[in-house]
C-alpha cells in the first residue's frame, strides 16, 4: 500500500514494484484519463457500430442472407482461430504493457512486445495453413462459395492476428482513439467500399468469397498504418531499451487469459455456430444481424473497457485500491446511464430496424429482445471481467467461465432444436446473466472491489 505521508518515498506491498512517488498519478488526472479515454472510445465504438450496421446492410442486400449467412458462418470460425492463434498475448498487451511503461521498465516492454509479435505471426501462419487443410479435405460437403470463404477467411488470419495485437498494445499504452480508430472506423468502410465498388463499379457478381477478400484487403491496409502508428508513438527509451524477458510470467498469464478469452469466445459465438451447423447458415445470418442490434448496448461497456482495463492493470501493480473503486464507480454509472435507454430503443425500434436488412431478417425480433436483456445485465455488473483478470486472479475467472461456457453449450443444444433463434437467444442470455452475478461476487471477495454502480 501506498504511504501517504512518505513523501517522495513509496512503499510497496509485497511481491510489487516499488514506484517512485513522482510517477504516481493524482486522482482528478486519473479522473481526466478516465473521462477522456472512455469518451474517446464510446466515439469510436458509436462510429463503429453505424459503419458497421450500414456495411452489413449493404452485404446482406447485396449477398441476399445465404450468401451473407456463408460469409459470417466464414467469420465467426475464424473469430475462433484468432482467439487460438493469438494465445492470450494479445490480451495480456493490456496488462503488460501498461505496467512496464507505468514503472518504466523499458527494456521488459520491448522484450514483451518482439516475444508476443514473434509467437503470434508463428502460431497464426500455422494454424492457417492446417485449418485450410481440413476445409479442402471436406470440401465435398461443402457449397464451393462456402469452401473457397472459408479458404479466404484462413488466409486473413496472420494478419488479423498481428493487428490484434498491435490494437492492444496501443491501448496498453493507454492511447484508446489511436488504437481502435483503424481497426473499427477504417476497416469496414474499406471493407464496405470495396465490396461496393466490386459490385457497382467493376461488375463482378455479389458473393461470400468477394466480401472475404475485401475484408483481406481492408485489414493487411489498417495493420500497415497501425503499426506505423505504434513506431511513432513507443517511448524513444523502448527503442534504445536492450530487450529483456520474463518468459515464464508472461506465457503463464497469456494461456490464463487465452482460456478466459476461450470461455467468453464459447459464450458469445456458440450460439452462432450451433445455429449454422443445426438449421443452416441462412439461420445464421439472422441471427447475426440481430446479435449485432443488441451488442448495441455493450457501446458504453466496451468504451469504459478500453481505459478501464490498462487503468486496472496499472493502479492494482501501484497499490491504489481505493482510487480504483473511484473510478470503477464512476466508469459503472456511465455504463448504466448509457445501457438502459439503449435497451428500451433495441425493443422498441428493433423489428423497424431488422427490417431494413430485408423483410426475411425481421424473423430475429424475439432473439434481439431476448438478447438485449441479457446485454443490459451483462452491462449494469460493470467490467467486472477485467477486475479479476487484470488482478491476477485468472483462475478464478476460468472456473467461472468455463462452467459458464459448458452450460452455455448444452442448453444451446437443447434449446435450438426446440424454439430456433428464440432458443439460442435465451441459452446465451440466461449464461450471460449468471456469468455476471458469479464473476461479481468473486470480484468483490477477492479484491475487495465492486465494479457495478451499485
Same mark, same amino acid.
Given at each position: 500500500?501506498?504511504?501517504?505521508?512518505?513523501?517522495?518515498?513509496?512503499?510497496?506491498?509485497?511481491?510489487?514494484?516499488?514506484?517512485?512517488?513522482? &510517477?504516481?498519478?493524482?486522482?482528478?488526472?486519473?479522473?481526466?484519463?478516465?473521462? @477522456? =479515454?472512455?469518451?474517446?472510445?464510446?466515439?469510436?465504438?458509436?462510429?463503429?457500430?453505424?459503419?458497421?450496421?450500414?456495411?452489413?446492410?449493404? %452485404?446482406?442486400r447485396l449477398l441476399g442472407a445465404t450468401s451473407y449467412g456463408d460469409y459470417v458462418y466464414a467469420i465467426t470460425l475464424?473469430?475462433?482461430?484468432?482467439?487460438?492463434?493469438?494465445?492470450?498475448?494479445?490480451?495480456?498487451?493490456?496488462?503488460?504493457?501498461?505496467?512496464?511503461?507505468?514503472?518504466?521498465? #523499458?527494456?521488459?516492454?520491448?522484450?514483451?512486445?518482439?516475444?508476443?509479435?514473434?509467437?503470434?505471426? $508463428?502460431?497464426?501462419?500455422?494454424? =492457417?495453413?492446417?485449418?485450410?487443410?481440413?476445409?479442402?479435405?471436406?470440401?465435398?460437403? !461443402?457449397? /464451393?462459395?462456402?469452401?473457397?470463404?472459408?479458404?479466404?477467411?484462413?488466409?486473413?488470419?496472420?494478419?488479423?492476428?498481428?493487428?490484434?495485437?498491435?490494437?492492444?498494445?496501443?491501448?496498453?499504452?493507454?492511447?484508446?482513439?489511436?488504437?481502435?480508430?483503424?481497426?473499427?472506423?477504417?476497416?469496414?468502410?474499406?471493407?464496405?467500399?470495396?465490396?461496393? %465498388?466490386?459490385?457497382?463499379? %467493376?461488375?463482378?457478381?455479389?458473393?461470400?468469397?468477394?466480401?472475404?477478400?475485401?475484408?483481406?484487403?481492408?485489414?493487411?491496409?489498417?495493420?500497415?498504418?497501425?503499426?506505423?502508428?505504434?513506431?511513432?508513438?513507443?517511448? +524513444?527509451?523502448?527503442?534504445?531499451? @536492450?530487450?529483456?524477458?520474463?518468459?515464464?510470467? #508472461?506465457?503463464?498469464?497469456?494461456?490464463?487469459?487465452?482460456?478466459?478469452?476461450?470461455?467468453? %469466445?464459447?459464450?458469445?459465438?456458440?450460439?452462432?455456430?450451433?445455429? $449454422?451447423?443445426?438449421?443452416?447458415?441462412?439461420?445464421? $445470418?439472422?441471427?447475426?444481424?440481430?446479435?449485432? =442490434?443488441?451488442?448495441?448496448?455493450?457501446?458504453?461497456? /466496451? /468504451?469504459?473497457?478500453?481505459?478501464?482495463?490498462?487503468?486496472?492493470?496499472?493502479? &492494482?501493480?501501484?497499490?491504489?485500491?481505493?482510487?480504483?473503486? @473511484?473510478?470503477?464507480?464512476?466508469?459503472?454509472?456511465?455504463?448504466?446511464?448509457?445501457?438502459?435507454?439503449? +435497451?428500451?430503443?433495441?425493443?422498441?425500434?428493433?423489428?423497424?430496424?431488422?427490417?431494413?436488412?430485408?423483410?426475411?431478417?425481421?424473423?430475429?425480433?424475439?432473439?434481439?429482445?431476448?438478447?438485449?436483456? $441479457?446485454?443490459?445485465?451483462?452491462?449494469?455488473?460493470?467490467?467486472? =471481467?477485467? !477486475?479479476?483478470?487484470?488482478?491476477? &486472479? &485468472?483462475?478464478?475467472?476460468?472456473?467461472?467461465?468455463?462452467?459458464?461456457?459448458?452450460?452455455?453449450?448444452?442448453?444451446?443444444?437443447?434449446?435450438?432444436?426446440?424454439?430456433?433463434?428464440?432458443?439460442?437467444?435465451?441459452?446465451?442470455?440466461?449464461? +450471460?446473466?449468471?456469468?455476471?452475478?458469479?464473476? /461479481?461476487?468473486?470480484?468483490?471477495?477477492?479484491?475487495?472491489?465492486?465494479?457495478?454502480?451499485?
Open positions: 500500500m501506498l504511504d501517504s505521508n512518505a513523501g517522495n518515498n513509496v512503499r510497496s506491498s509485497p511481491g510489487r514494484t516499488a514506484v517512485p512517488a513522482a &510517477h504516481l498519478v493524482s486522482s482528478p488526472a486519473i479522473a481526466s484519463l478516465v473521462k @477522456r =479515454g472512455a469518451l474517446g472510445a464510446l466515439a469510436i465504438k458509436v462510429a463503429n457500430a453505424v459503419i458497421a450496421a450500414a456495411v452489413q446492410l449493404l %452485404l446482406a475464424q473469430t475462433v482461430l484468432l482467439l487460438v492463434a493469438t494465445l492470450g498475448f494479445d490480451t495480456a498487451s493490456l496488462r503488460f504493457v501498461a505496467q512496464y511503461s507505468g514503472q518504466q521498465r #523499458w527494456g521488459l516492454l520491448l522484450g514483451y512486445i518482439k516475444r508476443s509479435l514473434a509467437i503470434i505471426l $508463428g502460431m497464426s501462419v500455422a494454424l =492457417g495453413i492446417l485449418a485450410a487443410v481440413i476445409a479442402w479435405t471436406i470440401r465435398s460437403r !461443402l457449397s /464451393s462459395e462456402l469452401t473457397i470463404t472459408l479458404m479466404l477467411a484462413f488466409l486473413l488470419l496472420p494478419p488479423n492476428a498481428t493487428l490484434q495485437l498491435r490494437s492492444l498494445t496501443l491501448q496498453g499504452l493507454k492511447h484508446v482513439v489511436i488504437a481502435q480508430a483503424p481497426r473499427d472506423i477504417l476497416r469496414p468502410i474499406l471493407l464496405g467500399l470495396g465490396v461496393w %465498388l466490386a459490385v457497382k463499379a %467493376l461488375g463482378y457478381p455479389a458473393s461470400a468469397p468477394l466480401a472475404m477478400l475485401a475484408n483481406l484487403a481492408a485489414v493487411i491496409c489498417v495493420l500497415g498504418l497501425t503499426t506505423v502508428l505504434l513506431n511513432r508513438i513507443l517511448p +524513444t527509451q523502448v527503442r534504445n531499451a @536492450r530487450p529483456e524477458y520474463q518468459a515464464r510470467a #508472461w506465457h503463464a498469464t497469456a494461456f490464463a487469459l487465452l482460456l478466459v478469452a476461450g470461455m467468453n %469466445l464459447v459464450l458469445n459465438r456458440t450460439d452462432m455456430l450451433m445455429i $449454422g451447423a443445426i438449421t443452416g447458415t441462412r439461420e445464421a $445470418g439472422i441471427y447475426a444481424v440481430a446479435t449485432r =442490434g443488441a451488442e448495441v448496448i455493450l457501446l458504453g461497456l /466496451s /468504451s469504459v473497457n478500453a481505459i478501464a482495463a490498462p487503468l486496472i492493470a496499472d493502479l &492494482h501493480a501501484r497499490g491504489q485500491r481505493e482510487e480504483l473503486q @473511484r473510478v470503477l464507480r464512476r466508469a459503472a454509472r456511465g455504463i448504466a446511464a448509457f445501457a438502459v435507454p439503449a +435497451t428500451v430503443a433495441a425493443v422498441l425500434c428493433g423489428r423497424m430496424v431488422l427490417g431494413l436488412f430485408g423483410a426475411e431478417f425481421t424473423e430475429g425480433y424475439n432473439a434481439l429482445t431476448i438478447l438485449a436483456c $441479457g446485454q443490459l445485465v451483462n452491462s449494469l455488473a460493470g467490467p467486472v =471481467g477485467f !477486475l479479476i483478470t487484470m488482478t491476477g &486472479h &485468472h483462475k478464478i475467472a476460468v472456473k467461472v467461465l468455463f462452467i459458464s461456457a459448458t452450460l452455455n453449450i448444452l442448453l444451446n443444444a437443447t434449446f435450438i432444436p426446440l424454439w430456433g433463434l428464440e432458443g439460442a437467444a435465451v441459452a446465451t442470455a440466461l449464461t +450471460t446473466v449468471l456469468w455476471n452475478l458469479a464473476m /461479481s461476487y468473486y470480484a468483490w471477495k477477492y479484491t475487495g472491489v465492486r465494479a457495478t454502480a451499485l
